[in-house]
């Protein structure tokens, strides 16, 4: 038997080597259950690390699905037999994607994710905070909700037409399952005969921060699985022997459908303070290790409380203990935020930028509005805390609708409520509410009514959680539809103004762009500044170039680059410019009269948003400036903000040097 060792407090972060998880996945004569519940913790020891260390991440969900993870990959998969190249191999992957955490540990365990990649989880050239196809053994990019059980069905579907071997497995999430996609997704599979087809879901009973069933109940999950043609069966997730039985009673029984595991699991497994029972009863009902990592005291709880599981395992099974080498921290850059998504109250340090959130200055406005508009409602779409909604919930329960992660509902919910007299806003991501439920949208504008589209996570930074979540084509999108203003705040004050105007007194739908991470600077506006459609503001005064942007971020960097250009010789104006589809005419001639060059930085694509609205401007001048639009081209990086800025140049040293070569002779180089 081996020894086990004494566990003394984690002092710094710390990483079981691939040649651990090979040493206990060979050693033979071994309790087929016990060794993969060992390998699922040692995933999650490493998962807890590379979370930490990339300074946020999605914990509890990651530790629900590693049972079910270690499982598949170690006894119920052929990949590791055939290799991920295999036009013949089995298939997994997960849907709802935040979970990858996990799935990284587990690919670096088995020799296909170096571990200086798992290192860089977050960070330019690691590994993207969801899942993306460009990364070593992940079969499908996915995070935007819905969408893995039609991406399965067309794999499999694949798979059977041209002869090749393999088994496709999908994990989803159980509120995932809000989102009707799947439900489309499994009639199809139903109808097209497609049988070897998996759908595991980790029904660990959780969303962001509240139960399943408080957000939009799943009751009779089972017999409405069943319904739509699925073979079903449930269990226990952490269970091996129980999900051996169960994967066997699947495939065996297939009969030409797909089938469904439902694994009851809790979110939070392996760590008993995150584990949810305990944790709903800490947090008064709210659960907190959804969202962003746990701080230095947390995590060292955490990694002793795994550890000490870890080696007692082994132990018991007669190993050796399980070696953990420390790994050095990332050096963090001055002046930026790791921050991927808002907290679900981890406790992650302090972002060394301001403590302004624009959306926090959102939420309190629309609590303020309650009392002076009572046709307001308020709708969300399960991210109640990240949209900074949860205190008009509280406030105001009749006149708030929790819809679910199902943004196409909500939108034409918010539609009818608009028809009959009420003033919706509704609230989600960017890159969900605009895109997804653009037709929508597109259907209540036509109707010449008026509905708030509050847009979270506008933008290119936070970059940590990958191009599933950074929204840069929102603007291009509602900008299109007629009756839609888009408005892009920089501020608090100037946020509180914007929600006003658009409750108060937007003839029609204004669609609100707001950044979710802290603001890098407290950009100060004239005082008495009051918001009018078309108007921008001029921050800084300058005569030999001009930047206009807007926003918390991009106006950050664009006052960053005048103020290096100043350095340098060279006086530039900035202008915030927070309507992003409309310009004002007089102030277009006030503003832009006698400039000769303008760079127009925009936290979008190049096209689409800000600089084609000024473009288009510009042609009524009797003698326009040269115009220029920075924004992000192609797919966004994945980041701290700092490296995704500089990767795009959209830093203020790039955009400076921009500016410097637009102006030869002037830039003092």
């Avoid at 798992?118 to 990019?141: F, Q, T």
């Avoid at 603007?475 to 888009?486: H, K, W």
């Amino acid at each position: 038997m081996g020894a086990v060792p004494t566990i003394t407090a984690v002092s710094r972060l710390a990483l079981i080597p691939p040649g651990e998880f090979d040493r206990v996945a060979r050693a033979g004569d071994l309790d087929p259950d016990a060794r993969l519940a060992l390998l699922a913790d040692m995933c999650r020891f490493n998962a807890l690390t590379a979370v930490k260390r990339a300074g946020s991440g999605h914990l509890g969900s990651t530790f629900s699905s590693l049972d079910l993870v270690a499982h598949l990959l170690w006894e119920e998969l052929d990949v590791l037999d055939v290799g991920f190249e295999s036009p013949d191999r089995d298939v997994f992957f997960s849907s709802k994607g935040h979970d990858v955490p996990g799935l990284y540990a587990a690919l670096n365990a088995v020799g296909v994710i170096p571990t200086e990649r798992l290192l860089r989880l977050r960070r330019l050239g690691g590994l993207d905070g969801h899942p993306d196809v460009g990364v070593p053994g992940i079969e499908a990019n996915s995070g935007s909700l819905g969408m893995g059980i039609s991406k399965a069905r067309g794999i499999a579907w694949t798979k059977r037409h041209l002869g090749r071997g393999g088994r496709v497995v999908v994990m989803t999430g159980d509120g995932e399952l809000q989102e009707g996609q799947n439900w489309e997704a499994l009639q199809a599979a139903t109808h097209q005969r497609i049988g070897r087809l998996l759908v595991v879901v980790d029904r660990n009973e959780l969303q962001s921060d509240r139960t399943t069933e408080e957000i939009l109940a799943l009751e009779s999950l089972e017999a409405k699985l069943r319904s739509f043609g699925a073979r079903v069966v449930t269990c226990d997730g952490h269970d091996h022997g129980a999900l051996r039985i169960a994967f066997r009673k699947l495939w065996d029984d297939e009969t030409g459908t797909p089938g469904v595991l439902v694994a009851r699991t809790i979110k939070g497994k392996g760590v008993s303070f995150m584990e949810h029972p305990a944790a709903l009863a800490a947090g008064g009902g709210t659960y907190r290790w959804h969202a962003g990592a746990p701080d230095d005291e947390t995590h060292d709880a955490a990694a002793e409380e795994l550890e000490a599981r870890i080696q007692e395992r082994a132990s018991a099974l007669g190993l050796a203990p399980v070696v953990v080498e420390p790994v050095p921290p990332l050096e963090d850059v001055p002046g930026t935020s790791l921050q991927g998504e808002p907290e679900s109250g981890a406790g992650t340090a302090k972002p060394r930028v301001t403590d302004e959130y624009v959306a926090a200055a959102y939420g309190e406005a629309l609590l303020e509005l309650a009392a002076r508009e009572p046709r307001l409602v308020v709708l969300d779409a399960d991210l109640a805390s990240d949209c900074r909604v949860r205190a008009f919930e509280l406030a105001e329960p009749e006149r708030f609708v929790e819809n679910g992660i199902a943004e196409q509902d909500m939108v034409s919910m918010a539609a009818g409520m608009a028809r009959h007299g009420a003033i919706p806003v509704v609230n989600s991501f960017a890159s969900f509410l605009a895109s997804r439920a653009n037709e929508q949208i597109y259907n209540q504008a036509s109707e010449g009514t008026k509905v708030v589209y509050a847009m979270h996570f506008a933008g290119l930074v936070p970059a940590g959680p990958g191009k599933s979540h950074q929204s840069l084509r929102d603007a291009s999108l509602m900008a299109a539809i007629p009756g839609v203003t888009v408005v892009h705040p920089c501020n608090g004050p100037e946020t509180r103004a914007v929600v006003e105007w658009a409750v108060l007194e937007a003839p029609q739908s204004v669609a609100i762009r707001l950044a979710i991470g802290p603001s890098p600077r407290r950009i100060v506006l004239p005082e008495g500044y009051r918001p009018v459609p078309g108007v921008g503001v001029t921050l800084r005064d300058g005569a030999d170039a001009m930047l206009v942007s807007y926003g918390p971020v991009m106006l950050h960097e664009a006052l960053t680059a005048a103020e290096l250009l100043s350095e340098r010789g060279v006086e530039t104006a900035v202008v915030a410019m927070p309507w992003l589809d409309r310009v004002d005419a007089g102030w277009l001639a006030e503003t832009f009269g006698g400039v000769r060059e303008v760079l127009v930085v925009e936290d979008h694509a190049p096209v689409g948003a800000l600089g084609d609205t000024l473009r288009r401007a510009f042609a009524t001048l009797p003698d326009p400036p040269s115009l220029h639009v920075a924004g992000v081209e192609g797919w966004p990086a994945c980041g701290t903000p700092t490296e995704a800025l500089r990767y795009h140049a959209l830093d203020g040293a790039s955009l400076a040097d921009r500016v410097a070569l637009a102006l030869p002779g002037r830039a003092g180089a």
